[in-house]
């Protein structure tokens, strides 16, 4: 599904977002290495392990994940455990993951069982009903600092990560995607975010821009109106543009704002981040981009 409502982040580019590692504890034998006081094994047992969210529990009362929903994203839904945090000043962490409809990201820190999730960051794209509620309320309980646990059943993992006023979330151990990354040359990346900083806009409906680096040197694609063509050079995380030639069609106000945006963008050098199938630019005044491998869904 597209999205044209307009975003605002807390964090500058949250394309390819993946959580720190937080902890839990681990029934059975693996609760813990000998000598470490368990810290070992209840770190490593949430750990780059993709949890789906299950439920959330406010004030006693459980809701599920909406799957019936059609315009979710439930195959989407997931949060991954990975250790790092982000440049200071910056909201949001390396953290991430969705529950179907915005990215999220935070910064997680790991005492034992005790996991402390701070500077929290997502999207803020209208959502279904249902959906914006479920997020709304998983966010809710997704920062301040909570108890992990890990129990395991039938060869599944269940985490539970609790506050002290009792509210909760419920994830599940889900299976691991192992597709491949895209090439950053040869792949069509369609751009679905603007962003300004520590701000990001959706752009808006109707208009569509991607591109296309070569292997040659040369970018190609469409700003969202006008057709462009122009050289490219990737070396050392940084993409160096030069000039653009564009065709000459005119455009209604909102696809020209989107074109003059990129033009901006898409000249002289900018660093670039690739990661689950997303790539960000940025150039040195903080404009940037986030982009999907692959077309625009109709």
Not at 102 to 107: C, K, L, Q
Not at 164 to 188: F, H, R, W, Y
Not at 227 to 237: I, L, P, S, W
Request: some cysteine.
């Amino acid at each position: 599904m597209k999205r044209t409502t307009h975003a605002k982040y807390t964090a500058a580019a949250l394309t390819g977002m993946a959580l720190l590692a937080a902890c839990g504890t681990e029934s059975g034998s693996d609760s813990g290495a000998v000598g470490d006081g368990g810290k070992t094994k209840k770190d490593a047992a949430i750990a780059d392990t993709r949890w789906v969210p299950q439920r959330v529990t406010v004030d006693g009362r459980e809701y599920a994940l909406p799957t019936d929903v059609k315009e979710f994203r439930v195959d989407e839904a997931h949060i991954v455990f990975k250790p790092g945090t982000t440049e200071p000043g910056m909201g949001g962490g390396r953290s991430g993951g969705t529950v179907g409809c915005n990215g999220f990201g935070a910064d997680v820190t790991v005492d034992g069982d005790t996991v402390r999730i701070t500077d929290l960051g997502s999207t803020a794209m209208g959502c279904p009903g249902p959906v914006q509620k479920f997020e709304e309320r998983f966010l809710s309980v997704f920062t301040g600092t909570l108890e992990a646990d890990v129990q395991g059943r039938d060869g599944t993992r269940t985490l539970t990560l609790t506050r002290g006023d009792g509210d909760s979330i419920t994830l599940k151990e889900g299976p691991v995607k192992n597709e491949p990354e895209p090439a950053l040359t040869g792949t069509e990346w369609t751009v679905d975010t603007l962003t300004q900083g520590k701000t990001a806009e959706s752009l808006p409906k109707g208009v569509e821009v991607h591109f296309t680096l070569a292997e040659d040197g040369t970018v190609s694609g469409s700003l969202g109106c006008n057709k462009f063509r122009g050289e490219a050079t990737v070396k050392d995380g940084v993409i160096d543009f030069g000039r653009l030639s564009t065709t000459r069609m005119l455009c209604e106000g909102p696809a020209m704002k989107t074109e003059r945006a990129m033009i901006d963008i898409l000249s002289g050098k900018v660093s670039y981040q690739q990661k689950d199938r997303t790539l960000t630019l940025t150039n040195p005044p903080g404009q940037g981009l986030i982009a999907k491998a692959g077309a625009a869904e109709k």
